[in-house]
């Protein structure tokens, strides 16, 4: 992932590997990290349980949110592609009987964004 699409609020893919080093202590018993991303300082893991939002906040980064959102609670998501002359994909999830989403990404165009619907159908429709 390139400084510039970071600095521009875009997310890129983060290895298993690397999310289950940093973040292993969040998982419980038979929960795998499926996909990740990291933008600038925040990360967000889909694993085959739940959508961890990973907020890292202050100037140090010393304090840290980590918001669980159970796949049952998502009511409807969505996900547009990048464009020819725009330089990111985006995903919307709405939670429970919300009017607007209350969880907006944004990817670069290394990110396959279908592959990041099919997780959320899977787990949201499934």
């Known amino acids: 992932m390139g400084l510039f699409s970071s600095l521009m609020g875009n997310a890129?893919?983060?290895?298993?590997?690397?999310?289950?080093?940093?973040?292993?202590q969040l998982l419980i018993d038979g929960e795998?990290?499926?996909?990740?991303?990291?933008?600038?300082r925040d990360t967000f893991i889909f694993t085959n349980k739940r959508?961890?939002?990973?907020?890292?906040?202050g100037l140090t980064g010393s304090k840290t949110?980590?918001?669980?959102?159970?796949?049952?609670?998502i009511s409807k998501f969505s996900v547009e592609t990048a464009g020819t002359f725009d330089l990111e994909a985006e995903l919307k999830i709405w939670?429970?009987?919300?009017?607007?989403?209350?969880?907006?990404?944004?990817?670069?165009?290394?990110?396959?964004v279908y592959e990041v619907q099919n997780v959320l159908a899977h787990h949201v429709l499934g």
């Open 12 to 24: 890129g893919a983060v290895s298993q590997e690397d999310l289950k080093k940093n973040y292993g």
């Open 32 to 40: 795998e990290i499926e996909l990740g991303f990291k933008l600038i």
């Open 51 to 57: 959508l961890i939002l990973i907020d890292v906040q």
């Open 65 to 73: 949110e980590y918001l669980s959102v159970a796949y049952k609670s």
């Open 95 to 112: 939670i429970s009987s919300e009017t607007i989403p209350s969880i907006k990404k944004k990817f670069n165009k290394s990110v396959n």
